[in-house]
């Protein structure tokens, strides 16, 4: 069982930057894909990026590539999300979310995929 607890958010404003961290339990971190997601009040819980075991593939969202980077310290069990240029429609509670998997290659985009899901953190953006 893997636990996870994702720290970093907060109150910014539009332009500025925020890194969110997620570190994870256990010794077996490096055997997971690794996601963070958003949802904001009345919708749905949408991937913001993803990555894989070993962080040599990454995913963005459409909504946040070229200002959102994803990355991960297997040593430190731990995954990051940059956020760079802040926009107000990036406000939500974001979650870092772990998928075992046994292709070292692979990485999910779809919630219900994932296993195990950090309680979220507020990331607000003002105008």
């Known amino acids: 069982q893997v636990q996870l607890v994702e720290s970093g958010g907060g109150l910014v404003q539009a332009g500025g930057s925020l890194r969110l961290s997620c570190a994870a339990s256990?010794?077996?971190?490096?055997?997971?894909?690794m996601g963070w997601f958003r949802q904001a009040p009345g919708k749905e819980r949408d991937v913001v990026a993803a990555i894989n075991r070993d962080g040599g593939d990454t995913y963005p969202a459409n909504s946040v590539k070229g200002r959102f980077t994803i990355s991960r310290d297997n040593a430190k069990n731990t995954v990051y999300l940059q956020m760079n240029s802040l926009k107000p429609e990036d406000t939500a509670v974001y979650y870092c979310?772990?998928?075992?998997?046994?292709?070292?290659?692979?990485?999910?985009?779809?919630?219900?995929?994932?296993?195990?899901w950090g309680q979220g953190t507020q990331v607000t953006v003002s105008s």
């Open positions: 979310a772990a998928k075992e998997t046994s292709y070292k290659g692979a990485l999910y985009t779809i919630p219900r995929l994932y296993d195990y």
């Open positions: 256990g010794r077996t971190f490096s055997t997971y894909a």
